[in-house]
């Protein structure tokens, strides 16, 4: 008789962290393996070992819908953050629902690619999910410091304003 292995009994706690994209429109080709890497970067960074995060690239129409939808504002928007896990949980989860059109838009405004732009809203919205706001002006520059200290890491140009 053998014995059963220790994996299938539970005895090893080790962290499952899964990071889901979803691309629902063909405006923007998203450099997927690039995102997965921005996000592992910033949950790296944050100390968040475990969690299950889900990325969606949108259109306008969808990003639009879903805000107007959760937050009552009329107009599509760069990101939109949901938590799902409680604040303090072992596990974090969450989705963020990106929009690829306000990230053409912006890119083109500010002159640099549509990539970096969504690099941006990934940090941005993680950051939402581990923790940090930006509505008071305080927090708002804590907050720009992150994205500004996660570009930087990523090799990417100072696109946080």
């Known amino acids: 008789m053998s014995e059963a292995n220790p994996w299938d009994r ?86 963020l629902i990106l929009g690829v059109e306000v990230a053409k838009e912006q890119a083109a405004e500010r002159g640099h690619d549509v990539q970096i732009e969504l690099a941006l809203y990934v940090i941005h919205g993680l950051l939402h999910l581990c923790g940090f706001d930006d509505k008071s002006p305080q927090d708002e520059a804590e907050m720009r410091g992150r994205e500004r200290h996660y570009l930087a890491q990523l090799g990417l140009p100072d696109v946080a304003d």
Request: avoid cysteine; charged fraction near 30%; charge should be negative.
């Open 10 to 95: 539970g005895l090893y706690n080790i962290p499952m962290s899964k990071i889901s994209l979803h691309t629902p429109q063909d405006l923007v080709e998203v450099d997927r393996a690039r995102m997965r890497e921005i996000a592992r970067a910033v949950l790296e960074g944050e100390a968040v070992a475990d969690y299950e995060i889900s990325l969606a690239f949108v259109d306008n129409s969808t990003i639009h819908r879903l805000n107007k939808q959760y937050l009552d504002h009329d107009e599509p928007t760069d990101v939109l953050t949901f938590p799902y896990s409680n604040s303090g949980a072992k596990k974090l989860e969450g989705e």
